[in-house]
């Protein structure tokens, strides 16, 4: 049933966020920080579109430097250990190694793009590139015969989802109301702020929120979001971009990552996932309809093993897929001819008249550079609602990563001796996910059984309560594919178990199990 209902009596936000993946929470969080009173809302879960459908890196882009996007590139390549610092319980530095073979980009172009790749970003902590020689390195004998000369050079890698959590996290702790499963209904001027109609998607409850500043972060859903002619200028500025994974079993036991070049002049990754799986993508195509929508296609499944079978030693088949996603990238339309060529940089567009109510509309932007759009964003907050606090990112760990960002094995050692009835493994897991927030998760147990009831593959009613008090988790998806990727291994999971909880819990949660694939979809 649906009620009409006002916010907070004559309270008026400072900013209202529309969007809760990574540039959204990432906003909220710097914006909280400096004192600005801010709510965000996001129509479904946190990190439930883009923002959980990368291809999990924190990297410059080497590929970005044909064409020419210097500054993007520079940029990035700064953030990776300001990020790393941040989060090093989720981020992790990855060697990438790039075989090279005749046909495609030449040696000399490689070795240029490596030497500036290594050297204008500031680079402290991580390796620099060295030549490898395939036919004596062990990681050559997964390759097919034939490849010698090849580049290892460093990136990082992330967990995506839980970086978007992390930082909602953070800003509510600074004091954000974060509300998902909100949407945002239409968006009218009234006395020189905003008046936002929402939707509470579980009640139905619609209500008022009133804000001076309204920033839209809603990514591929950013024309969508507002009903108002002040997001009507920004029509046609959004080139929507699709792109494909797939996880198999894991092709090697190396702890190094594949970069290959395809021969339409694509390239794609092979990085070792979860554990026991290897990640394959991404595939770059404009998209047309509804981003919720997206799926992969049957023609991006057998473009990314045919390219991976260009490369392995042992071929893939659609049989060995175990899971597959799709996201829809929003970038800002540059006019460039084809999908992979299209601008990964981000563009902040200030609406509206001063006084009567500001729209900033984020275009773009990639998980490398969000702490750094979000400084961007609050740049223009500044010149409408006047300044707050200084810039503070930069050196604020998020929750969970306050350690050395060298000291995770001794974070393990320490939470695995704190919990002994852990095994290593599910001590290396809980401190990936959650780092020193992991003792919230477990509390005062002293054995397995004070876990609560095991639902498979090492997950426990503590960490179920954790994430619904602490994490906005409602759902099964939530819980299995974002909050973790235990979806993975879903198979040994008692589904039907994990929703009837979240339903006890929450006797009106009618969706705990929306949404979900009960096991990691074939393709």
Not at 20 to 40: E, K, P, Q
Not at 49 to 61: D, P, R, V, W
């Amino acid at each position: 049933m649906t009620s009409e209902q006002n916010g907070p009596q004559g309270r008026i936000f400072d900013l209202l966020v529309i969007g809760g993946g990574v540039n959204g929470t990432g906003i909220a969080r710097d914006a909280a920080g400096r004192g600005y009173a801010v709510c965000l809302a996001e129509m479904d879960d946190l990190a439930s579109g883009t923002s959980s459908a990368s291809t999990k890196l924190i990297h410059g882009g080497l590929r970005y430097l044909e064409h020419y996007e210097f500054r993007l590139v520079r940029e990035s390549l700064v953030e990776r250990e300001v990020l790393w610092a941040n989060a090093p319980h989720i981020i992790w530095p990855l060697r990438f190694v790039l075989p090279h073979h005749k046909g495609l980009r030449p040696k000399w172009l490689l070795r240029a793009g490596l030497f500036l790749y290594d050297h204008i970003g500031g680079r402290k902590l991580l390796p620099r590139t060295r030549r490898l020689d395939l036919r004596r390195d062990p990681l050559g004998r997964a390759l097919k015969p034939g490849y010698g000369a090849a580049f290892e050079y460093s990136d990082c890698w992330v967990d995506d989802a839980r970086l978007v959590v992390l930082n909602a996290q953070d800003a509510a702790a600074r004091g954000a109301e974060i509300h998902t499963r909100t949407k945002v209904l239409a968006a009218r001027r009234k006395a020189g702020h905003w008046a936002v109609t929402v939707e509470d998607g579980p009640s139905g409850t619609v209500r008022t929120i009133a804000a001076r500043m309204l920033i839209n972060a809603a990514g591929p859903w950013v024309e969508q979001a507002l009903a108002t002619e002040a997001a009507a200028g920004d029509r046609h500025a959004v080139r929507l971009v699709k792109g494909s994974h797939i996880v198999v079993p894991r092709i090697h036991d190396d702890r190094r990552a594949f970069f290959f070049q395809n021969s339409d002049g694509r390239i794609f990754f092979a990085i070792p996932y979860e554990d026991d799986f290897t990640l394959i993508g991404t595939t770059d195509e404009d998209f047309e309809g509804d981003p919720g929508a997206v799926a992969i296609s049957d023609a991006e499944i057998d473009y990314l093993i045919a390219g991976a079978n260009d490369y392995f030693a042992e071929a893939l088949g659609r049989e060995d897929v175990i899971w597959c996603y799709s996201g829809v990238r929003p970038l800002y339309n540059d006019g460039a001819g084809k999908a992979q060529e299209a601008t990964r940089d981000y563009v902040l567009k200030l609406t509206g008249e001063a006084g009567q109510g500001q729209l900033l509309t984020v275009i773009g932007g990639k998980i490398t550079t969000y702490r750094r759009l979000a400084e961007a964003a609050l740049e223009h907050v500044e010149t409408v609602l006047g300044p707050k606090g200084a810039a503070w990112t930069r050196t604020a760990p998020l929750p969970g990563g306050d350690f050395p960002v060298e000291g995770v094995g001794a974070e393990i050692d320490r939470l695995a001796g704190d919990y002994p009835f852990l095994s290593r493994e599910e001590a290396v897991r809980l401190m990936r996910h959650y780092g020193t927030r992991a003792r919230a998760l477990l509390g005062a147990a002293t054995s397995r059984p004070d876990l609560g009831f095991h639902f498979g593959a090492g997950l426990y009613a503590a960490e179920v309560d954790y994430l619904v008090a602490s994490e906005w988790a409602r759902t099964v998806e939530d819980i299995l594919w974002r909050r973790t990727k235990l979806g993975l291994r879903a198979g040994a999971i008692d589904i039907d178990q994990l929703a009837a909880y979240l339903r006890a819990a929450d006797p009106g949660n009618d969706d705990a199990a929306g949404g979900l694939p009960l096991k990691a979809s074939k393709a």
